[in-house]
């Protein structure tokens, strides 16, 4: 049964650094590129950040320099390190597989973690 399990939310000043873990169970992890999506309040879901199979990173131009995604394959475990963060980063952030992970007929998602920039 796929499980992904991600981590690490919490409250964090505007400029400061956060990082987020999500571990993957049930899915042949290498075999698959990586992405973070998020959703803010009141906003759809959007993609954050994507990493392939061999590494190679995309990002959302509002998180370009300042997130960087990143994997460890051992761990089945993807990372999203976000720094100089802004108030409109705040959200649930979501892991998955890229394209997204398909269950049935149904998009599989994760519980999220809350992030939420403050003062």
């Known amino acids: 049964q796929v499980q992904f399990v991600e981590s690490g939310g919490g409250l964090v000043q505007p400029g400061g650094s956060w990082r987020l873990s999500c571990a993957a169970f049930?899915?042949?992890?290498?075999?698959?590129?990586r992405a973070w999506h998020r959703q803010a309040p009141g906003k759809q879901r959007e993609l954050v950040a994507r990493i392939s199979r061999g590494g190679i990173t995309n990002y959302a131009d509002s998180v370009k320099g300042r997130f960087t995604i990143s994997r460890d394959n051992a761990k089945n475990t993807v990372y999203l390190q976000m720094n100089s963060l802004k108030p409109e980063d705040t959200a649930v952030y979501y892991c998955?597989?890229?394209?997204?992970?398909?269950?049935?007929?149904?998009?599989?998602w994760g519980q999220g973690t809350r992030v939420a920039v403050s003062s």
């Open positions: 998955n597989t890229e394209p997204i992970y398909v269950v049935g007929h149904n998009d599989y």
């Open positions: 049930g899915i042949i992890f290498k075999m698959y590129a």
